[in-house]
């Protein structure tokens, strides 16, 4: 099958993990959801063959992913425990409330030296995902990005 199937045609976020009590993480995460539909790579190392729909559930430091491949309905489940990023994603958090808070205020080398700062966790988180995923899903460094920045998002709340 050519790999010009291997990407995610429709991400949701399952209901429960909808914020409604601030608008602007509820604007992030919608904004990462279209993001992972846009230039992802996304690969089961399966018999699935994409393109893929997937929802995401996340609670209790647990991924939840329900994929779906597109041409034949073959459905795959799986449940990642991602405690390994929690402390990546707690400091990622602390870091970009910085960054608001500097935007504000700070002198603009502040401001990049904590964009710095927060781009490098940020690259960590997706690589600890990266890891996480090997064995069920070949996804690219973008792909992982995106899905760190949605658990990020999604982490607030617990």
């Known amino acids: 099958m050519p790999g010009d199937t291997y990407y995610i045609e429709e991400a949701e976020v399952d209901e429960k993990n909808i914020i409604t009590w601030n608008h602007e993480l509820e604007q992030e995460r919608k904004s990462a959801v279209f993001d992972l539909t846009n230039d992802c790579y996304f690969k089961l190392n399966k018999d699935i063959t994409g393109p893929y729909r997937i929802k995401i559930k996340f609670e209790e430091w647990k991924l939840f992913l329900f ?92």
């Open 67 to 158: 994929i779906k491949d597109s041409k034949d309905n073959k459905v795959y489940e799986k449940k990642y425990l991602v405690r390994s990023i929690r402390r990546i994603v707690r400091d990622y958090q602390i870091v970009c409330e910085n960054y608001i808070q500097a935007i504000k205020t700070a002198p603009l080398k502040k401001i990049e030296a904590i964009d710095v700062g927060r781009r490098s966790i940020h690259d960590e988180g997706a690589e600890t995902l990266m890891e996480v995923f090997k064995e069920d899903i070949d996804i690219s460094s973008d792909t992982s990005r995106r899905l760190f920045t949605l658990i990020s998002i999604l982490s607030v709340k617990i």
